[in-house]
């Protein structure tokens, strides 16, 4: 029975109840009418009621427990139903998981057989090697455990920490949506041919909250980064070789995975139906992208501006020979001596800037898309919302072997190389940590 009384507080007349022992302390509430003390009152009898049969018969130690565990619950920022809710998911993934038609198989061989599937497909071996290497850092510790036993929350609980050891202002950060989104696709693939195969029930990307596909930033690089770029490669005897990756990007809108004939590799075909020199035309203008080479079938014959033909010519006498050797330290090498930031540069940015000067000559998107290979649709969402202004593409149209090998005699030129020793000096004095084989970014030109 619970007990009330008026009493005075605060130089106030109220009415306090007790509502008896919790833990060892009476519990006392506040009431300014009889009728506010009448319904706690109420409302605690129905509380007692609903609930009070069980708690009655609990022993005095095992509510200490439920106290101290909720207490936890909330510490972590958690709710009852939700760790309810993600205890039912754990048990149906392991329900599903274990059932008699699964033969259980560590996680390191399902890696080896995904691996030999990505191999009958034509990846390369350079691909196979680093997403291999990804796919078991998830599972570091645990290699023989058998795959069916890992869960959508540890992996997601997994993605959640990861943190960019790239060197740069972007280091010790969380991994960004984009990057998420690539790791669950890596893993979706694994854990589809673990399906297959026969070693696993269920996909476990698929019971993980989906990330969503970060918006493009539509960017070009400005005339004068294009004019660094180039020089960059002229500044030493070394990356002089490399030069024919730019030219071929800013003035022949083709990619670097065309030009390093990448499709190619991949499906072990001779040399000769490698990009090179062969499949440039200067007397007539023209390049021909196969479909050995093009990417996504945009196989087309590239109609050169006489600027072009002049930058290849250029190329040819010094030398450069398609696909260059060492493309991708020569690249970051070029960026470095620039003092372009990672984050500054663009994927495939120098075709971007192309196919965007393009329209400023042929003012026919149609013409444009003979070059790019794009549709008309890509063409339009990704390079007419730039909104470049015509003296500026035609600008880039002007930049000659001349006018660079009289840029590089600039102060401005000088003042660049200047900046990005700072920069690096700067960077260097940080000791930020050294990053590994496959932790190295791709170019991006």
């Known amino acids: 029975m619970l007990t009330q009384r008026t009493i005075a507080l605060r130089g106030q007349k109220v009415i306090e109840v007790e509502f008896g022992l919790v833990n060892g302390s009476r519990k006392r509430g506040y009431f300014k009418t009889p009728k506010d003390a009448n319904d706690a009152i109420k409302k605690f009898e129905r509380d007692v009621k609903a609930a009070g049969v069980w708690w009655a018969h609990t022993p005095e130690a095992d509510r200490l427990t439920i106290q101290a565990v909720c207490q936890k619950i909330e510490e972590a920022e958690l709710t009852l139903s939700g760790v309810w809710e993600e205890y039912q998911q754990l048990k149906n993934e392991q329900d599903a998981q274990n059932s008699d038609k699964i033969t259980p ?31 078991l850092k998830f599972a570091e510790g645990q290699e023989k455990k058998p795959i069916h036993e890992f869960t959508a929350s540890q992996l997601e609980k997994w993605l959640h920490v990861q943190k960019i050891k790239k060197p740069g202002r972007e280091f010790g950060k969380p991994w960004g949506l984009s990057t998420k989104r690539t790791w669950m696709s890596l893993f979706h693939g694994l854990w589809d041919c673990a399906i297959d195969l026969g070693f696993a029930a269920i996909n476990i990307v698929d019971r993980m909250e989906p990330v969503a596909q970060p918006a493009r930033i539509k960017k070009i690089y400005t005339n004068a980064q294009t004019m660094q770029t180039l ?38 075909l001779p040399k000769e139906k490698w990009f090179g020199w062969h499949f440039i035309d200067l007397d007539n203008a023209q390049i021909s992208v196969t479909t050995d080479i093009a990417k996504k079938g945009d196989e087309r014959v590239i109609s050169l501006q006489p600027m072009a033909v002049e930058w290849l010519r250029f190329c040819k006498k010094l030398g450069c020979v398609i696909p260059p050797v060492g493309y991708a330290d020569l690249s970051t090498w070029v960026f470095d001596r620039i003092g372009m930031a990672v984050e500054d540069r663009i994927r495939d940015g120098a075709r971007h800037n192309c196919a965007t000067h393009l329209r400023a000559i042929y003012e026919n998107d149609y013409l444009v898309i003979r070059d790019l290979g794009n549709s008309v649709r890509t063409l339009l969402k990704d390079y007419a919302d730039l909104l470049v202004p015509k003296s500026v593409s035609l600008d880039h149209w002007q930049i000659t072997p001349e006018r660079l090998e009289e840029y590089m005699k600039t102060r401005e030129w000088k003042r660049v190389l200047r900046e990005a020793l700072e920069r690096k000096a700067n960077a260097s004095s940080s000791s930020t940590p050294k990053p590994s084989a496959n932790e190295t970014g791709k170019d991006a030109h």
Do not use: N, Q
Not at 238 to 261: D, H, N, Q
């Open 105 to 135: 198989t560590p996680y390191d061989e399902v890696v080896e057989r995904w691996a030999e599937r990505k191999r009958a497909t034509g990846k390369s071996e350079r691909y196979i090697m680093h997403a291999k290497a990804d796919l």
């Open 231 to 268: 020089a960059g490669c002229l500044a030493e005897e070394a990356t002089k070789l490399y030069l024919i990756v730019p030219v071929l990007g800013f003035f022949g809108c083709m990619r670097p995975y065309e030009i390093l004939s990448e499709r190619a590799r991949e499906r072990k």
